[in-house]
């Protein structure tokens, strides 16, 4: 599986650092980006491990779970 992950339906107000807080656990994050929309709403983001295996346990773990109030989906890149 990919050290890339794709997490899909944020919260309007997740921010990079409860992303990179909640996604820590699985590995050592090299790069996390939330995606935001014209007005500044987050809809996405992109999580980049070190390894393989980090992005595989994020999302057997993570996918489908709730993270501020909205189920989010998590798949790899």
Known sequence: MPKKIFIGSLS??????TVNTTFASFGTIVACT???????AAVSADVEYTTDQAGTDAIAAKNGTVLDGSRISVVGR
């Not at 309007?12 to 650092?17: F, S």
């Not at 939330?34 to 500044?40: L, W, Y």
């Open 12 to 17: 309007a107000t997740t921010t990079n650092a």
């Open 34 to 40: 939330v995606n935001r929309n014209a007005a500044g």
